[in-house]
């Protein structure tokens, strides 16, 4: 940790109640880290040759099919008064987009509210209702188990935000429109949240340099349940893509004891792509969120010696550089593969001072602390840099880091769901920390640009939001159905959305169902239902037993004595797995029961058949089977075949992702 000058603490701990697992059950998370583009501290923007015009406004919000005054930002009244429960790093000292407007309060947690010292009431406003932190398993954990230990000299005990992660994931959600917003010129325009006017309730579970522990993590679901949250916005994850069970995983069980009683949970789907089977967050109940491009970019040039110029891009904010040669730097070359990418803690500071620094293209999102990501061509050159550009095409893109299918753990549930903005996103920042989150960083901003699927998160959870308060009786698979069968597959040039890490189309395994689309979302037509009934039917399916899926929902179930197939689970998409050692004709059927939502005596065509929909009869099942020629049978480079299953009704376009893979017996 780099030493800085030491910040005040709270002698007051917080506390609270647990009645979700014991904290014996605590072991280390990562800590929601999204990739920052790295700069050298400097207090001065860089404007080479002068200051450029104004860059156009990027109306964010549109890209994800939100317009002012009509639509789904007008039927919500742009989310009044649902409340948004963001688990993360706490949030930061109020920052513009956080603060309301003067009127009264009129909205309030069940709980109430909760302050410590470095958080003080006037914190907390029409937007921000509510904020509370929870340490108790970090304090255990360290005690008992040698576990990490919360630095208060970096850190605050109370909900303040000393790391900016959970102000920027907030603000994402549920900001309000801000004007002349903007990180040291970049992206400047009007920021806004995706719900507007939703109300915001911070539960501080993941601490800075010590990570998030799994007692903290479900004592938050716990309070934000009880605090009458209406979504739970989780940007935390990590691991590989097979994870842990349910029964042993904080952000499952805590998600299903949300979902059970009426609340929707999105999650991130982790930044460990693009290799397969990297997502994360994988319960059948979470609607797990991978990231995607926009068509916003900060375009640099690094131009070598010989004068052949090399693209890449930048949020440099420092002195001015003109034409001046600065050596390049691969720190890769004697440092690992963790120097490669510039890594945190990577790079050897007498190296790279004063460098152009190299940075691979790799797995995950990078923290490059002193330069730019290009290739390695000569000894020498010089930048050049071009602000903000909007209109870039293609857009979006699934982001190279975003976590991909298949589901490691059930991969008869397909997961990432779908893909939201989560590459340059501009939010607000705590007052905390510099926008490089260094300790000798002493700027303060209220915005920065990040990019990680933790930043792709809460727009999903800003969207269920906005559907909510626009369909209050819609369960959270009913919202989740809405955005995923009326997602985007094509991109801004109206071709297949496409992977960044391969140039190449990308599939359901890389974006889901596709990219979140909000125009359409709000009346998708039909809708696939689920109840918790059918989640524990999902859990005895895998081969769960009753006392197992206790441990996740917390009251006594049973499951049926003719064993259900988990890919009967009424999942708006379909992974068709078929047995590696089978031979000649395979076939797979499936059973789903849509719900309508429109008009009343709608008909929806389906082939070869036709559901028709009355006032009476509001809830159909079909049966849709996949069949195959195992001698036949052609699987894509990924080891799969992808398709869609769409219904119209000449208005409503209802789609349904399909993977088709034959797996090998364990």
């Known amino acids: 940790m780099p030493t800085g000058t030491p910040r005040p603490s709270s002698p007051t701990p917080s506390t609270w109640s647990m009645s979700t697992a014991p904290c014996s059950m605590a072991s280390p998370r990562s800590s929601p880290r999204p990739c920052r583009r790295r700069r050298p501290p400097s207090l001065r923007p860089c404007r080479p040759g002068g200051p450029p015009p104004p860059p156009p406004h990027h109306p964010l919000p549109q890209f994800i099919g939100l317009r002012n005054q009509v639509g789904l930002w007008s039927d919500s009244d742009y989310g009044s008064d649902v409340i948004v429960g963001v688990l993360d790093t706490g949030s930061g000292g109020a920052p513009i987009v956080l603060r309301s407007k003067p009127r009264p309060h009129t909205l309030s947690l069940e709980g109430g509210l909760r302050i410590w010292a470095s958080f003080s009431p006037s914190d907390c406003n029409n937007k921000l209702i509510g904020a509370r932190s929870f340490s108790k398993g970090h304090d255990a954990a360290s005690v008992i188990g040698g576990g990490p230990v919360i630095n208060e000299t970096v850190e605050y005990r109370s909900p303040r935000d000393a790391d900016g992660h959970g102000t920027h994931t907030a603000s994402t959600a549920a900001g309000r429109h801000t004007f002349e917003a903007s990180m040291a010129g970049y992206a400047a325009g009007i920021a806004k949240g995706v719900a507007p006017k939703a109300r915001l309730a911070v539960y501080k579970v993941c601490w800075r340099g010590s990570g998030c522990l799994d007692s903290d993590i479900l004592a938050g679901f716990d309070s934000a349940v009880a605090d009458g949250v209406d979504v739970i916005s989780v940007s935390i994850g990590g691991g590989d893509g097979v994870g842990s069970p349910y029964y042993l995983d904080p952000i499952a069980i805590g998600s299903y004891g949300a979902v059970s009683r009426g609340v929707f949970v999105s999650s991130s789907a982790g930044n460990d792509g693009p290799t397969s089977m990297s997502v994360t967050n994988l319960a059948p109940w979470l609607t797990t969120v ?377």
């Open 290 to 666: 991978g990231a995607g491009t926009i068509d916003r970019t900060f375009p640099a040039d690094v131009v070598l010696g010989d004068g052949r110029k090399i693209a890449g891009v930048s949020l440099y904010s420092g002195d001015p550089l003109g034409d001046k040669m600065l050596p390049l730097v691969y720190p890769g070359k004697s440092g690992g593969l963790s120097a490669s990418l510039c890594m945190e803690n990577s790079l050897d500071p007498q190296l790279v001072k004063g460098a152009i620094v190299i940075c691979e293209r790799g797995s995950s999102p990078r923290r490059c602390r002193q330069g730019l990501r290009f290739l390695l061509a000569q000894p020498d050159g010089h930048h050049r840099f071009h602000g903000t550009m909007i209109g870039i095409k293609p857009a979006p893109l699934v982001a190279s880091f975003s976590g991909r299918g298949p589901n490691g753990l059930s991969p008869a549930v397909l997961k990432p769901d779908l893909i939201a903005p989560g590459v340059n996103i501009l939010a607000a920042w705590t007052d905390a920390v510099g926008p490089t989150g260094l300790d000798m960083d002493d700027r303060k901003t209220e915005f920065n640009i990040l990019s990680g699927t933790s930043m792709a998160c809460p727009h999903v959870s800003g969207a269920a939001a906005l559907l909510k308060s626009a369909h209050p009786t819609w369960s959270p698979a009913a919202i989740r159905s809405a955005m995923m069968t009326t997602a985007n597959v094509e991109d801004n040039r109206l071709l297949p959305v496409n992977d960044e890490s391969t140039g190449k189309p990308s599939t359901p395994l890389d974006l889901g169902a596709g990219h979140l689309n909000l125009n359409r979302a709000m009346d998708p037509g039909l809708v696939y239902d689920l109840k918790k009934e059918d989640y524990v039917n999902f859990l005895c399916a895998i081969g769960y037993g009753p006392k197992t899926i206790q441990v996740i929902t917390h009251e006594p179930v049973d499951c049926p004595e003719k064993k259900p197939a988990p890919e009967n689970l009424n999942y708006p998409s379909f992974s068709v797995l078929f047995d590696g050692a089978s031979s000649g004709n395979l076939s797979k059927t499936f059973i789903r029961t849509v719900t309508n939502i429109a008009a009343k005596g709608l008909t929806v065509r389906v082939k070869p058949r036709k559901l028709v929909f009355t006032s009476a009869v509001t809830a159909l099942s079909y049966v849709f089977t996949v069949s195959a020629d195992s001698q036949n049978l052609t699987l894509g480079e990924s080891g799969s075949a992808f398709g869609f299953l769409s219904w119209s009704d000449g208005e409503h376009v209802v789609r349904s992702p399909i993977v088709v893979s034959r797996i090998q017996a364990l």
